[in-house]
């Protein structure tokens, strides 16, 4: 999960850059239309990321015995 974490936060704060940079405007078309592509596969690789660690995300909840259960995170959608 270190990893995942580690790659989640590098491809994270690439993204912002990459807006920063769209935001600033002083790139030529062609770079501008480079740079947003690479930002909206960027997009889509922490979607999946995101998706993936929401599925290894467990809540622990009591049940009406007093037991104590694991329930998958996105169960209740």
């Known amino acids: 999960m270190a990893?995942?974490?580690k790659n989640f936060e590098k491809s994270l704060s690439e993204l912002e850059e990459i807006v920063e940079k769209l935001e600033h405007g002083e790139m030529?078309?062609?770079e501008s239309i480079e740079i947003f592509q690479k930002g909206v596969t960027l997009s889509k690789d922490l979607s999946k990321?995101?998706?993936e660690i929401e599925k290894k995300i467990t809540i622990l909840v009591e049940n009406e015995k007093g037991e104590v259960i694991e329930k998958p995170f996105n169960e209740d959608k």
């Open 3 to 5: 990893k995942e974490k």
């Open 28 to 30: 030529s078309l062609d």
């Open 49 to 51: 990321m995101l998706d």
